[in-house]
């Protein structure tokens, strides 16, 4: 019911810094929740931040002060400004929705901070 689709990933140095967007659509409710999770190979998948659309955010303590989420509610996208990167924030970045009901993921778009 809803469609998830991530871009901005990439390779990029240590210190970098990169964008990611998440564009949702289909049955989207008003009130949900948008965010980021991620996972590198042999890891299980970690919360990295989620944004409510009232404002309220949650986000890992392994990032709060390099990572920003935002959102514009009437495009319904979602944005992780990452900056200060380091070799293990190396991972696929997943998008999520979470409405009443129903969960969607999107595809995941890979993130290689590397020299």
């Known amino acids: 019911q809803v469609q998830l689709v991530e871009s901005g990933g990439g390779l990029v140095q240590p210190g970098g810094s990169l964008r990611l967007s998440c564009a949702a659509s289909?049955?989207?409710?008003?009130?949900?929740?948008m965010g980021w999770y991620r996972q590198a190979p042999g890891k299980q998948r970690e919360l990295v931040a989620t944004?409510?659309?009232?404002?309220?955010?949650h986000s890992a303590y392994s990032v709060k002060g390099r990572f920003t989420i935002s959102r514009d509610n009437g495009k319904n996208t979602v944005y992780l400004q990452m900056t200060s990167l380091s070799p293990e924030d190396s991972a696929v970045y997943y998008c999520?929705?979470?409405?009443?009901?129903?969960?969607?993921w999107g595809q995941g778009t890979p993130v290689t901070v590397s020299s």
């Open positions: 944004r409510t659309s009232g404002g309220s955010t």
């Open positions: 999520n929705y979470q409405g009443p009901g129903l969960r969607s």
């Open positions: 289909g049955s989207i409710f008003s009130i949900n929740t």
